[in-house]
């Protein structure tokens, strides 16, 4: 290893001095100057008097008296002693103050802006509900256990499903069909996808979720395969058309096992809402097996989903908004934009065109409508709510959904307050949905992981989507989901009298208990929504058979 040296040279360092002032004055002039003579020295009065009519002195005194000017300035010549020996120390001194001053202003930017962030998380907007100790429950019991071995082994019946609609529903009915086939004892053959009439997309099941996962998952609960064997291929299966909303699982058995047995396979379409709501507590546990579990986007969608997740996260908690302002969303349901005149004459001559796109209680008034809380929030509502409810200027807004009935200008309330206002073509990189640009369903599944990782979440309007993630979000320890109050809150919108302060904490005050508490499911609502309690445990039953 080479060793230095322990004499180092020493650093020289030179003060620059224009060559026109060295060449006037000659050698003679520089001793005569700069030098003590050696000689007698001549009286006061006659030196002075020379020096004075000497052109050269006044130079020089006139370099002089610059340089020291200029080192007054750039080095704060007050704390140095005139021409001092090391001139490159004082560079050095000067260039490290210089840099360790830019380095503490650069810290003290930092912890400012770290600060601001800081305080910012700290915002009670941000606060998560109390989960009240509620962890995810899945304990079959021992009776659901003993049949699972009969059923896994069956390879006498086959259910075939076909689901229609938008990737949400045709996730929820997924779940029926795969509660269907364990009623019935029957082997699931993969759930077709209907082709949607207004989107065109010809997703399969495995373009949107991850097969193999699904039937790992489901592996004690219901037999899953990929299509009908060589021995039921000629069969062909009998379709029933006539199941009625909520059917319960007696139902179920008395009118179809009986085809089943014959047949082999049973053919099934339109299951949305057909199966009860209600039903035992092992089949409320095996709906939130395959909703919470099983049903798993594929590697693909999952990893640009991520993606954009953490993009998301890299500067802070967001909210998440689903926004329902897209023109059928208007038509269904029966709501009006409030845009202008021209956009609400469109709707309304829509849905006179289409009356069947009408969802419920076509005999009510916009008006009725709106004030009985079933239109979507529009933007201005949406920016109104999420301030009283104390979100920060500064908050990272994603927002789900398609484009709005009439283009992105109609989001100007919301990004003129939340200026930090995303989707996910403002966050892929370029070419990054390329795969997915043509296939709403995958769309929609990037916009599902988005909102379902997000700090806080709050959907316009209910929907399919809504409420996938209220569950998911419930059931993933009461993650803050805010659930807007419309039916109470709007009146208070409506009335120009009340301040702002007044108005803030009515608002506020309305949704206390809307923020994503642990809520108990009442009857007749989906257990996928409402997970506690069948789905999960209080306090040291937290634990779960997956």
């Known amino acids: 290893m080479a060793v230095s040296k322990t004499n180092k040279k020493k650093q020289q360092c030179y003060i620059a001095v224009p060559s026109q002032i060295i060449n006037s004055l000659s050698s003679s002039g520089l001793?005569?100057?700069?030098?003590?003579?050696?000689?007698?020295?001549?009286?006061?009065?006659?030196?002075?008097?020379?020096?004075?009519?000497?052109?050269?002195?006044?130079?020089?005194?006139?370099f002089v008296f610059c340089f020291v000017g200029m080192m007054k300035m750039w080095f704060n010549f007050e704390t140095l002693l005139?021409?001092?020996?090391?001139?490159?120390?004082?560079?050095?001194?000067?260039?490290?103050?210089?840099?360790?001053?830019?380095?503490?202003?650069?810290?003290?930017?930092?912890?400012n802006v770290g600060e601001e962030v800081k305080e910012d998380e700290k915002s009670e907007f941000w606060k998560q509900p109390d989960g009240l100790g509620y962890r995810p429950c899945l304990d079959f019991s021992s009776e659901y256990r003993k049949t699972s071995l009969d059923i896994v082994k069956g390879r006498t019946r086959y259910l075939l499903v076909v689901v229609s609609g938008g990737m949400n529903q045709q996730r929820n009915q997924i779940v029926d069909a795969v509660v269907i086939a364990r009623i019935l004892g029957?082997?699931?053959?993969?759930?077709?996808?209907?082709?949607?009439?207004?989107?065109?997309?010809?997703?399969e099941f495995s373009d949107i979720f991850d097969l193999d996962h699904f039937k790992e998952v489901l592996a004690n609960d219901v037999r899953i395969v990929s299509s009908l064997p060589s021995t039921h291929v000629m069969t062909r299966p009998m379709e029933e058309k006539r199941t009625p909303l909520h059917a319960s699982p007696e139902w179920i058995r008395s009118h179809y096992t009986r085809k089943l047995?014959?047949?082999?396979v049973l053919l099934l379409r339109s299951l949305d809402s057909r199966l009860s709501k209600d039903l035992p507590a092992d089949l409320q546990k095996l709906r939130c097996k395959v909703a919470f579990h099983a049903l798993r986007f594929s590697p693909s969608i999952l990893e640009l989903g991520n993606k954009l997740t953490e993009r998301m996260r890299s500067k802070g908690p967001y909210v998440a908004l689903h926004l329902r302002m897209e023109k059928d969303v208007w038509v269904r349901t029966g709501c009006l934009p409030g845009l202008s005149h021209e956009y609400d004459e469109m709707i309304n001559n829509e849905r006179k065109r289409r009356p069947e796109l009408l969802t419920s209680r076509s005999n009510m008034t916009y008006h009725d409508r709106k004030l009985a809380g079933l239109c979507p929030l529009n933007a201005l509502e949406v920016t109104r709510l999420l301030k009283a409810l104390g979100a920060p200027k500064s908050a990272r807004i994603y927002w789900a959904g398609g484009v709005p009935l009439g283009g992105k200008e109609t989001l100007q309330p919301l990004t003129s307050e939340f200026p930090q206002f995303y989707?996910?073509?403002?966050?892929?990189?370029?070419?990054?949905?390329?795969?997915?640009?043509?296939?709403?369903?995958?769309?929609?599944?990037?916009?599902?992981?988005?909102?379902?990782?997000?700090?806080?979440?709050?959907?316009?309007?209910?929907?399919?989507?809504?409420?996938?993630?209220?569950?998911?979000?419930?059931?993933?320890?009461?993650?803050?989901?805010?659930?807007?109050?419309?039916?109470?809150?709007?009146?208070?919108?409506?009335?120009s009298s009340l301040s702002e302060t007044e108005f803030n904490r009515i608002i506020l005050d309305l949704h206390r208990d809307s923020l994503g508490q642990p809520e108990l499911r009442k009857a007749g609502r989906?257990?996928?929504?409402?997970?506690?309690?069948?789905?999960?445990?209080?306090?040291?039953?937290?634990?779960?058979?997956?």
């Open 82 to 111: 005139p021409f001092t020996p090391t001139p490159c120390g004082i560079f050095q001194e000067k260039n490290s103050f210089l840099n360790e001053n830019l380095a503490s202003q650069l810290s003290i930017g930092a912890v």
């Open 423 to 495: 989707n996910k073509e403002d966050l892929a990189l370029p070419g990054e949905l390329e795969p997915f640009a043509k296939k709403a369903s995958l769309m929609a599944a990037l916009d599902y992981i988005v909102s379902e990782n997000s700090n806080v979440f709050m959907p316009s309007h209910g929907g399919n989507m809504g409420h996938a993630i209220q569950g998911q979000r419930a059931y993933a320890w009461h993650k803050k989901t805010i659930t807007p109050n419309k039916r109470q809150m709007l009146q208070h919108f409506l009335n």
């Open 261 to 264: 047995r014959r047949d082999g």
């Open 526 to 546: 989906d257990v996928t929504k409402y997970p506690v309690p069948e789905c999960m445990c209080n306090g040291t039953m937290s634990h779960s058979s997956i």
């Open 186 to 203: 029957a082997a699931l053959v993969v759930p077709i996808l209907q082709v949607n009439v207004i989107w065109g997309d010809e997703s």
């Open 31 to 62: 001793q005569s100057l700069l030098l003590s003579p050696k000689k007698k020295n001549p009286s006061f009065s006659v030196k002075l008097k020379f020096l004075l009519n000497n052109p050269r002195f006044w130079v020089l005194f006139l």
